[in-house]
């Protein structure tokens, strides 16, 4: 059967930023999606500029995301937009993700989800009254390794787990570089645009959401703290936590954007009764074994036959051939738009499909941010429970 290409909308994405252009080239990597329209940015000619860069029509390429959803609308079915990506700041995520919801548009947003809880357990309600899919960018998890640990821990191959070590550090915040322009860290230390959290938002969502992927455990309850170590920042650039898991399991997490020297460098260590395994982004093609009784071992990523359906399912160069983070990103925009394919064809998406991070994981993020603000700043909470 011919697969027609979903045609995607962009709000936000535009040529002042630099991961619109990281979601496109994902989005297109399988030839499923064309870009059609876009709002691209919360100024007019800068959004016209770049609608004109992606080569847009001019009449596709919208001043403001009402604009957008209004005139996408007005067109016959076959031509408006089958689903909009969101890549803005995060105050800006609910209102249009609701907005396409209610029109019958499917949805990817960058992470977190949302501003505040409260409109992440909306958005949820509207995915789940709607039957469309949305899709959460949590781009770590995209990563053929990260398919193969989790698969090998699924299996049982490392026993019972019991120690988990996962960190992400930064230094591009080490300075106040918010008040110069020319950057991104405005509205992400800005917390009427980011949130309650700063760097736990930015990227400790993104330590959190990959322990409990690989694992296959829910965080239950968590000691933490919170830092803002560069003088006038008015949120967290640094963040630390104690973690208990459903199944046993114990974690230790560390995010910071001051750590000086560090670009993204995010890495998870596991360790259960039988073995132990480690993978590093920034060397994302190799995944680390440990035993007790035999030699460590080093699985090269590629089409190899001992790796499991899980990770072929995602690889797309042989061993050696380097792949990583956009690649990683096509693949939940793969998973996505083939998922949204099969829906319209009335059939069931195979597990393969459905596996990238969904309203749920939205939901369970913006539980991990309110849980660590509430008991990374209270120096009186010693354990604080999940918040629902």
């Known amino acids: 059967m011919r697969i027609k290409r979903l045609k995607m909308g962009m709000i936000g994405g535009g040529s002042t930023g630099f991961i619109g252009a990281i979601h496109l080239r994902a989005a297109l990597m399988e030839n499923h999606v064309e870009l059609t329209c876009g709002c691209f940015s919360t100024n007019p000619e800068v959004s016209k500029s770049s609608g004109r860069a992606y080569l847009l029509p001019d009449e596709r390429i919208y001043s403001t995301y009402h604009e957008m959803f209004e005139r996408e609308m007005q067109l016959p079915e076959a031509e408006r937009m089958d689903f909009v990506t969101i890549v ?33 357990k909306a958005l949820q309600k509207k995915v789940e009254e709607t039957g469309l899919t949305l899709a959460l960018t949590h781009v770590y998890t995209g990563y053929p390794a990260v398919k193969e640990m989790k698969a090998r821990i699924a299996r049982g191959d490392f026993g019972k787990l019991r120690r988990l070590y996962v960190e992400y550090p930064q230094g591009w915040l080490s300075e106040r570089i918010e008040l110069q322009s020319g950057n991104n860290a405005g509205w992400r230390t800005d917390p009427k645009q980011s949130g309650k959290a700063g760097c736990i938002g930015d990227i400790g969502t993104h330590a959190w959401h990959l322990s409990e992927y690989v694992t296959g455990q829910k965080v239950t309850e968590l000691c933490a703290e919170l830092s803002t170590f560069v003088p006038g920042r008015p949120i967290d650039d640094d963040g630390a ?15 910071s954007q001051i750590a000086v020297g560090e670009a993204n460098c995010i890495n998870i260590r596991i360790y259960g009764e039988k073995g132990g395994l480690e993978w590093h982004q920034m060397d994302p093609n190799r995944l680390k074994l440990k035993w007790s009784n035999r030699p460590e071992e080093l699985i090269h990523i590629g089409g190899n036959t001992f790796l499991g359906p899980e990770a072929l399912w995602d690889v797309r160069t042989p061993a050696g051939h380097p792949e990583g983070f956009i690649e990683a990103f096509a693949n939940i925009y793969r998973n996505f738009t083939l998922t949204v394919l099969s829906k319209r064809r009335g059939e069931q998406p195979s597990k393969d499909m459905l596996d990238f991070p969904d309203v749920y994981d939205g939901v369970r993020g913006m539980q991990f941010i309110e849980t660590m603000v509430k008991a990374g700043w209270n120096s009186e909470v010693k354990w604080q429970p999940w918040i629902d």
């Open 88 to 120: 803005t700041p995060n105050h800006l995520h609910f209102e249009p993700a609701m907005m396409a919801l209610e029109r019958g548009i499917h949805v990817v947003l960058d992470k977190p989800m949302t501003f505040s809880l409260d409109e992440a």
């Open 241 to 255: 936590a104690f973690l208990h898991y459903d199944g046993g399991l114990k974690g230790v997490l560390t995010a």
